[in-house]
């Protein structure tokens, strides 16, 4: 028995659960009379909608399928051989479920070693190997065809990426070796980090074959079939691939360089994910291949025992398993149809809503407000969005003019909203305004009508007090920008019955969103977080420590970016008000920062400008600001941030506002792009420690987002 068989059994006994892909091996006769073609297909006997993945059972049958592949080759009975997946999938990589049970160093070495061993020898055949990307290809899937001689890519391939370093880890199969020495470093960066570290960005067909990944690009009809005519030529001689040279001087390591520019800008040096790809990229320059596999193996164990990756695997889940089944909410078949949908106000989040809604729903969307110059201005903005998904090819003509009949603007919210099912309103966010609207609404409405309202701090419940039927309001918070944020957060008042609660459900998962159950508290889940956490980067800056140490210290949590950028982008007086709604609330936790008053005074846009290209502290706001005279380092301004969120948190679970901690995270991550190295916040702040220095206790289970014990 071989060492890797031997591999390869040890870990299989560690993961009893594995979706177990097999590795056949079928012969045919490839066209032009090359000779006999061994072609390997990989399956985990599942539909396209449980993509093929690799873990050590399934690694152990592509190595006995190489086995029988490699003497066939040695006997001269095959002239080459290939690799492809089943329909729609090639492999999308490692089986992230068995990594999570890793319990020692020296069983994630062996994951990293046995697929190197069985990869490795796609390329050691005695005959040219093939790799056909016919489907999704992603992680360990991309990096089994880089073993081999040659590639071709499918034109409708969906989706093609190493996302390695988004969750946790590097390429470890040989991606980070064999990638820059395909296609330089300066594409292989781009692939491996930058892409990453965008929230995972995707590669079609065409790009990878661009990127030259892929020797060759096909239909998707027809792609095998055009991919073996095209292997007999390969091998036949009638086609020569030239690949570039590959520039080993400067431009590799300026490559490398703009790597960790992207990476700092990215996670601050905050996961060590990125450095470690980086650091073998920055090797792989003299070619030398075992070297660079030895060192992705080290780097993988390393990083599979690192709570980074543990908690990159938990958010993952939790966007994926957890978003898509919300916790609490009620049974679907609750639920009504919607066929048509009203928009209170029709500014520019109401617009967003109208656009939002129109594409993804295709039911008659009507905008109301107080003027028909802004009723236009609104539906002029819905118009003007579909005209530029016309521009980029999204949609074809028809659609368009189909969108666009069926969003309408009226003044007469009775005309308007009197077959509506589903009527959101996006009004000032002030209690009687709201209160007034919903009051005119319900009066047009019908009966069996949902009235949402998108508020972001005020009481759901208190604002259907004085109506007739309070148990159709329901809160459905979105984030802005309202077409990139994914978190819809949905609350339940405490008069919302279970009808209107599960068609508020059923029409965010139509709108494509990541829904989570939120009690009525005071701004919910994400702005209570968020306002407890710029509250104490604003306490600290009031009482006297500069505004550069105070957003430096929160540099190493990798967030998107600085608090104080943030509150630009919110504006700072919607910042102001949900910090005021808060501290009616909880005056003992939540301030209102003197500073923060004068600069929404002065009608500043934010504390920055600009003039430079990079941010620098408005000497107009400077002026304005009076500061104590305590000043604290980094430090100490992150513990005492750290240590508010920590304590919030735990307040929050106790009072119920969501059914777990898990809860949290997901509203992090998707509502405030909280970074996925993070796990949104709480295991790092298990993983720190603060959590047990509040609250006296973890907020995860060991193992949750953790190397278990």
Request: aromatic letters at 6%; charged letters at 25%.
């Amino acid at each position: 028995m071989s060492t890797t068989a031997e591999l390869l059994k040890g870990a299989a006994e560690l993961f009893p659960g594995e979706v177990v892909t097999s590795a056949h091996v079928r012969h045919f006769d490839l066209p032009l009379g090359v000779g006999r073609f061994a072609l390997i297909t990989l399956d985990n006997g599942h539909d396209h909608t449980k993509p093929t993945t690799l873990g050590p059972q399934s690694l152990a049958n592509i190595d006995a399928a190489i086995d029988q592949v490699e003497k066939e080759a040695a006997d001269g009975t095959i002239v080459g051989a290939g690799v492809t997946g089943k329909p729609f999938i090639f492999a999308v990589g490692a089986d992230l479920k068995g990594v999570e049970l890793l319990k020692r160093h020296e069983d994630a070495l062996a994951i990293g070693k046995g697929g190197h061993d069985v990869f490795k020898r796609l390329s050691q055949l005695a005959v040219p190997t093939f790799a056909y990307y016919n489907g999704a290809a992603m992680g360990g899937g991309v990096e089994v065809g880089l073993h081999c001689t040659y590639r071709t890519v499918s034109a409708a391939l969906p989706a093609f990426s190493l996302p390695e370093v988004f969750l946790g880890l590097v390429p470890g199969w040989g991606g980070c070796t064999l990638l820059p020495n395909l296609i330089g470093a300066e594409k292989a960066v781009s692939v491996i980090i930058e892409n990453s570290l965008n929230q995972n960005k995707q590669l079609k067909g065409e790009q990878v074959y661009e990127l030259g990944i892929a020797d060759a690009i096909f239909e998707g009809a027809d792609f095998l079939e055009q991919s073996l005519i095209w292997t007999a030529a390969v091998l036949k001689g009638e086609i020569t691939i030239e690949r570039p040279v590959i520039d080993r001087g400067e431009a590799w390591d300026q490559a490398v360089a703009k790597g960790r520019f992207i990476a700092d800008s990215k996670v601050h040096g905050a996961a060590p994910a990125a450095y470690r790809a980086l650091d073998i990229i920055a090797a792989a320059k003299n070619g030398d291949l075992q070297q660079g596999y030895d060192a992705e193996d080290q780097a993988l164990a390393d990083l599979i025992m690192g709570g980074e990756l543990r908690s990159g695997i938990y958010a993952f889940n939790l966007v994926q398993k957890r978003g898509k089944r919300p916790a609490g909410a009620p049974d679907k078949s609750l639920a009504r149809p919607v066929t048509k949908v009203g928009v209170v106000g029709a500014g520019l989040m109401a617009s967003q809503l109208a656009l939002l809604f129109l594409r993804r729903l295709e039911v008659p969307v009507v905008l109301t407000d107080i003027d028909q110059e802004r009723v236009d201005k609104g539906v002029g903005y819905v118009h003007a969005e579909i005209d530029k998904l016309l521009g980029k090819g999204r949609i074809n003509q028809d659609k368009a003019n189909r969108l666009k009949a069926l969003v309408t603007g009226v003044l007469d919210k009775a005309e308007g909203f009197a077959d509506a099912d589903f009527i959101i309103e996006a009004v000032f966010e002030e209690m009687g305004v709201k209160q007034k609207v919903f009051a005119e609404v319900e009066a047009v409405a019908p009966a069996h009508a949902i009235l949402a309202t998108n508020t972001s701090s005020l009481s759901v419940s208190e604002m259907a007090s004085k109506l007739k039927n309070p148990e159709r309001v329901v809160g459905f918070h979105f984030f802005n920008p309202v077409a990139i944020l994914p978190l819809l957060e949905i609350v339940r008042g405490e008069q919302t019955d279970d009808a209107s609660l599960a068609t508020a459900f059923g029409v965010a998962k139509k709108l494509k969103k990541t829904a989570v159950l939120v009690k009525d508290a005071p701004a919910f889940v994400v702005n209570r977080i968020l306002t407890r956490f710029m509250g104490e980067i604003q306490n600290v800056i009031d009482e006297g420590t500069p505004v550069a140490v105070a957003e430096k210290a929160v540099e190493p949590l990798g967030l998107p970016m600085s608090p104080l950028v943030l509150l630009e982008l919110v504006g700072p007086a919607i910042g102001l008000h949900v910090s005021e709604t808060l501290n009616r609330a909880f005056p003992e936790r939540f301030t209102v920062s003197p500073n923060l008053k004068k600069v929404v005074g002065a009608g500043k846009r934010g504390f920055y400008v600009y003039d430079s290209g990079k941010p620098e502290l408005d000497p107009e706001v400077a002026a304005l600001l009076e500061q104590g005279d305590t000043v604290l380092t980094e430090e100490q301004v992150r513990a005492r941030v750290l240590d508010a969120v920590a304590q919030e948190i735990g307040l929050m679970l106790d009072e119920g506002v969501v059914a777990e901690a898990q809860d949290i995270d997901l509203c992090l991550i998707t509502g405030a792009g909280w970074p996925f190295h993070l796990g949104g916040i709480t295991p790092y702040l298990d993983r720190e420690g603060v959590s047990e220095r509040v609250n006296g206790k973890r907020f995860l289970e060991p193992g949750v987002a953790s190397v278990p014990a």
